[in-house]
């Protein structure tokens, strides 16, 4: 009788340990080119708070009880599966749709404006564009929606909010397709500054220093400033955002400032990758991929382009790299090329190149930004649709996973862009078709 009380317990103990948020023992999986079925190497799995890597067949195995799996690589979407219930072992495949981000940026009014917006929206559904980045935390420091982390509204960084209902947005966008970039500036944030003056970067008497547009940056080297973006940019994922872009994740390209540490490359190098790997941790339970901008001539530069910035750090704490690569921004030129908006391909082209030399790493993983504005360094030129088509050659010969284009007037036609009907058919996160 008591063996059999004693089996009676083990299996109602098993039975209860087997709910659907359970799974003990062995997750083994593979993740997958959902067209081809060939396994995806280096694909980032997450399962509760931890990442791990898939090998060469595409393979992962988890060592703990968890209850959703998910994966994304770049040049692809992202996709999660529930684990079913069971005591053993259990075998997953995840497949991941090819996809790579064509977008358009819209600004913290765009995003607002629906005229400009439905516009954007237009040039998504008739041509290749497939994506937008979205103004989270604009260059002034303000937020486009409501947020609830404390800080925002203490500091008044949300006066005015252009985006009524974030969480409809995106799920409007998820509908069309529409595959969603979180831009966030991180260290220029003139209303933190401001409002917290000990995180403000200062010049050497000691004054809050502002830069050319008199804004003032946050100092890089303080973990209350890393800690307030990484709090905004976790939101912005728990809204349902595809991916965090950080951007001015960088030291000001000024001489002559004082931090709150010694002004070394050493530093600046530690501070910038430092946070974007806090970042990735702190995002990983949501699977969103993560994106930094980085300033184009860093490619070139022997050094940190004394802003902190070196590809071989920042690469293995983001997913994609997205080199800022507008020619009117290359002021020096590049070797053999003086004038770069003649040479609007050879800048694209022999950057990317530069910079996969430096990272050591594959070309999917970079998608820069190109210019869609007007000339302001060389010859006033207009980017109509052959510079634009020029530029996004480049970087589909070079193999880039995809592209953005840059207006700060958000101002955009269809000019230099594919007329092909975009389907909307981006995988959504649990791997069904939108």
Not at 6 to 17: A, E, K, T, Y
Not at 29 to 45: E, F, M, Q, W, Y
Not at 301 to 308: E, H
Not at 330 to 352: A, C, D, K
Request: positive net charge; hydrophobic residues 40%.
């Amino acid at each position: 009788m008591k063996r059999y009380l004693r089996f009676i317990g083990i299996f109602f103990v098993m039975i209860s340990l087997s709910a659907p948020e359970y799974a003990l023992g062995l997750v083994n999986g593979r993740v997958l080119d959902s067209l081809t079925g060939k396994p995806i190497k280096n694909a980032v799995v997450t399962a509760n708070n931890a990442e791990i890597r898939t090998d060469e067949k595409g393979a992962f195995v988890i060592k703990t009880a968890v209850h959703k799996v998910a994966a994304r690589a770049c040049g692809y979407s992202r996709a999660e599966q529930p684990v079913t219930s069971q005591l053993f072992s259990t075998n997953l495949e995840l497949k991941l749709k090819p996809f790579s981000p064509k977008a358009l940026y819209l600004t913290y009014y765009g995003i607002g404006d629906r005229g400009i917006r439905n516009n954007a929206l237009k040039l998504i559904e008739e041509t290749e564009l497939n994506a937008l980045v979205i103004d989270v935390k604009g260059d002034r420091g303000i937020l486009t929606y409501k947020s609830s982390v404390p800080l925002v509204s203490h500091i008044g960084a949300q006066k005015q909010v252009i985006i009524k209902d974030i969480r409809a947005l995106l799920q409007s966008m998820r509908e069309k397709g529409v595959y969603t970039i979180a831009r966030i500036v991180v260290f220029k944030d003139d209303v933190l500054a401001s409002a917290k003056p000990e995180l403000a970067i200062r010049t050497t008497e000691g004054n809050i220093w502002r830069d050319r547009e008199n804004l003032r940056w946050i100092d890089p080297f303080k973990k209350d400033s890393w800690d307030y973006n990484i709090n905004i940019a976790v939101e912005a994922a728990q809204y349902g955002f595809d991916e965090i872009q950080f951007d001015y994740v960088r030291f000001p390209d000024r001489r002559g400032l004082k931090f709150s540490q010694p002004n070394t490359e050493e530093n600046r190098v530690n501070a910038i990758s430092g946070f974007l790997a806090d970042a990735r941790k702190k995002l990983t339970p949501y699977n969103v991929f993560v994106a930094a901008d980085i300033f184009g001539y860093v490619s070139w530069n022997p050094d940190d382009t004394q802003i902190g910035q070196r590809l071989d750090r920042i690469s293995p704490v983001v997913d994609y790299i997205s080199l800022m690569l507008y020619p009117s921004g290359f002021q020096f030129g590049i070797p053999g090329y003086r004038n770069p908006v003649v040479n609007s391909y050879e800048i694209v082209s022999l950057t990317l190149k530069k910079a996969q030399d430096k990272a050591n790493i594959p070309a999917v993983r970079f998608r820069p930004w190109l210019q869609a504005f007007r000339d302001y360094a060389f010859d006033r030129r207009h980017f109509y649709g052959p510079e634009i088509r020029t530029q996004i050659r480049a970087a589909d010969e070079f193999g880039s996973g995809g592209w953005m284009l840059w207006n700060p007037r958000n101002s955009y036609i269809a000019d230099g862009l594919k007329k092909e009907r975009f389907t909307g058919n981006i995988p959504k996160p649990n791997g069904s078709a939108s």
